[in-house]
């Protein structure tokens, strides 16, 4: 392997967890913009910030009735994707990172996508005259903030499974917890009271993935044997396809089609009752993988 692949292989947090458009659009793209940046003083922090204000105006883009504007809400959201690939892989060809990037990070496309919604909402409560769009934009918005929790917390365990390093994300409520009472009052403290909220959905979700933590804790500590961790990553990876439906690719390829099509009002209906269901079979699946490990 070159140099250069290995640099870039460096810079994900793992092939295991890259969907197929990410490791032949997204990461690559990102990871030619983070070489450019990382002998600059542009921190990951920075490009997270420019990211929310271009995914947010996709968002207006789709409000407007144009078809040529629609086009550029498209371009700005790819754009946002591709700048939220640059601030992952320059925070790890740098070594810059923070536990707040990591909050901000998951952050950035709920703020992306809850413009979109809002905007999407507005657009068609003025073309049919119901505000009952309003409600229909509030259910996808709580439902897409679960699906990318849970997703998320599937992708980070993954992870853990690869490598302590790898999986070095992946906190246990009581450390988020711990990590909360010790930060001094101020911004940091504020994030991290909302990823202590964040976290505790993860846990009450996944009750059998806790049994499975806690015995394989109290039976290894923290040094798994490496034929479990390979016995659950097979499992795990069996499983990626229909997560990847649930991340940022599975949700933008079918918004980007509604878009262009116009049916708006569709897309609502897809993120709440399709992904949905999707994320139901996930979490079943896996409750029952990790059940397997007790």
Not at 24 to 51: E, Q
Not at 267 to 284: D, Q, T
């Amino acid at each position: 392997m070159s140099g250069l692949n290995k640099e870039y292989e460096a810079s994900l947090k793992s092939i295991e967890t890259e969907n197929m458009v990410d490791r032949i659009f997204y990461r690559p793209i990102g990871f030619r913009i983070a070489r450019l940046l990382r002998h600059t003083r542009i921190t990951p922090n920075m490009v997270t910030v420019v990211s929310i204000f271009v995914g947010a105006s996709a968002g207006l883009m789709f409000y407007s009735t144009d078809y040529l504007y629609n086009i550029y809400g498209i371009l700005l959201l790819i754009t946002a994707n591709i700048l939220d690939c640059v601030d992952g892989q320059l925070a790890r060809l740098t070594g810059v990172k923070s536990a707040i990037g990591r909050i901000l990070d998951g952050l950035a496309g709920d703020i992306w996508f809850t413009c979109i919604y809002v905007c999407l909402a507005l657009r068609l409560s003025h073309e049919h005259g119901h505000c009952c769009f309003f409600v229909l934009a509030a259910i996808s918005g709580l439902s897409h903030l679960v699906q990318a929790n849970i997703t998320d917390y599937y992708k980070t365990l993954h992870l853990y499974f690869i490598s302590k390093e790898k999986g070095a994300e992946f906190q246990t409520l009581e450390q988020v917890r711990l990590y909360h009472k010790e930060t001094r009052p101020g911004l940091d403290k504020a994030f991290y009271l909302l990823y202590r909220a964040y976290t505790l959905v993860q846990v009450k979700a996944t009750p059998s993935l806790q049994r499975m933590l806690n015995s394989l804790h109290a039976k290894y500590n923290d040094d798994i044997p490496q034929d479990i961790r390979i016995r659950f990553r097979r499992k795990s990876s069996k499983l990626m396809v229909y997560i990847d439906l649930l991340t940022f690719n599975g949700r933008t390829i079918v918004l980007f089609g509604i878009v262009l099509t116009g049916y708006f009002w569709v897309y609502f209906l897809y993120e709440i009752i399709v992904l949905n269901i999707i994320l139901m079979f996930v979490m079943r699946k896996h409750e029952r993988m990790c059940a397997s490990f007790l």
